[in-house]
């Protein structure tokens, strides 16, 4: 008599794996082309029964492409909306935004443009410099500037001086 040893099957441990399987294959799975899948495995099924051997297995081999197919169309479209949407946003000239506004503006109104703009960033620097200088009174032991700090002074002291010409 022959003593076969049979492994041990541990059914949870089966389960947890082919739930995982499972929950990988989510994301390849989209009800749209399954639905779509289905009607025509049942079209084949009512039409042409002599062909369910071999269409059976096209229809899940093709699940997986056309799922990422219409996936990367949802994605195209999400594209496409959130570009119009920035297109559609009105253009604000910020400090960092050295670009040029793209309708037509005379010389006159473009320099107007700037001398307000510079205005209002020297505006911007002056209310930083007052917020330092409370920050500064409110440290209570009078320490030495350090370089870096004398330096920062001289670059706002330099940058007011040009936005006063």
């Excluded at 996936?71 to 195209?76: K, L």
């Excluded at 009105?90 to 793209?102: F, G, I, Y």
């Excluded at 443009?113 to 911007?124: C, D």
Aim: hydrophobic share 55%; glycine share 4%.
């Amino acid at each position: 008599m022959l003593n076969l040893l049979l492994p041990v099957v541990h059914w949870p441990d089966i389960l947890a794996d082919v739930t995982q399987a499972l929950q990988s294959l989510k994301c390849c799975l989209n009800p749209k082309v399954l639905i779509g899948l289905a009607a025509a495995g049942l079209a084949v099924v009512l039409l042409a029964p002599n062909l369910i051997a071999g269409a059976f297995p096209l229809l899940l081999a093709l699940v997986c492409p056309l799922s990422m197919l219409v996936m990367m169309g949802g994605m195209a479209r999400m594209g496409t909306k959130k570009e119009s949407a920035q297109t559609s946003a009105p253009h604000v000239l910020t400090s960092a935004d050295p670009t040029v506004p793209t309708m037509a503006v005379s010389p006159d109104a473009r320099l107007a443009l700037l001398r307000a703009q510079q205005q209002v960033l020297a505006e911007q620097n002056a209310a930083i410099a007052a917020e330092i200088a409370a920050l500064d009174a409110a440290e209570l032991p009078a320490q030495p500037p350090s370089r870096a700090l004398r330096q920062a002074e001289r670059v706002a002291a330099l940058a007011d001086s040009s936005s006063a010409r």
